[in-house]
Each structure stands twice: as structure tokens, then as C-alpha cells.
Nanobody, 116 residues
């Protein structure tokens, strides 16, 4: 059984930084991709950033240049360094680890609030 657990959310002022961490336990192989999504109140869940099994990274345009995703394959962890935070970044952030439609795991989410 796979478990995905996020940590690192909280309250930060506009322009500040936060680092989210995600740990996947259980049978997670290097062939799994790992990434981050977010969902703001009243909005659909949206893609933020991901690291493919081969190490390639991808970002949503809204965070490109501000945020960095990194992965530790040995530890099955993925971090999201968020800089230059804006109020519109306020959302619940979810970590995902997946290989295909049958091996697709989500964490419970961590709240990020950007407010002065």
C-alpha cells in the first residue's frame, strides 16, 4: 500500500517563500512520476509542477521562474520550493505519485495561505 504525505504548508506574506515536502512510502519505484497540484476555493484542481521518472521537470506557466521542484529518488520524496508567493497562490497543495491509471496516489493536501 502506498502512502503520500505532504508537509510544509502555512501562512506567508506576499513575496515570501515556503518549501513543501512530500514523502511517498510503500512500493514506489523510480518509474513513478511525482508532482504537485493545487486547488483554490471554488476552483478545479490544477497542475503545478512534476518530475518525470527520467528526471525531466515541467511547470505550470503561473509558477515558472518562481518555483522549483526537486526529487530524491532514493528517499521517494519530492519538494517544491515556492518563492515570490502571491495571494493567488493560496490553495490546498496536493502531492501525487503515479505510474499509470491503476498506480496513482494522492496525498491529503497541505494548506498554503498567502496574505498580509
Amino acid at each position: 500500500q502506498v502512502q503520500v504525505v505532504e508537509s510544509g504548508g502555512g501562512l506567508v506574506q506576499p513575496g515570501g517563500s515556503l518549501r513543501l515536502s512530500c514523502a511517498a512510502s510503500g512500493t514506489i519505484f523510480r518509474s513513478y512520476a511525482m508532482g504537485w497540484w493545487r486547488q483554490a476555493p471554488g476552483k478545479q484542481r490544477e497542475f503545478i509542477a512534476a518530475v518525470a521518472s527520467g528526471g525531466g521537470t515541467s511547470y505550470a506557466n503561473s509558477v515558472k521562474g518562481r518555483w522549483t521542484i526537486s526529487r530524491d529518488y532514493a528517499k521517494n520524496t519530492v519538494d517544491l520550493q515556492m518563492n515570490s508567493l502571491k495571494p493567488e497562490d493560496t490553495a490546498v497543495y496536493y502531492c501525487r505519485s503515479w505510474r499509470d491509471s491503476t498506480d496513482d496516489y494522492w496525498g491529503q493536501g497541505t494548506q498554503v495561505t498567502v496574505s498580509s
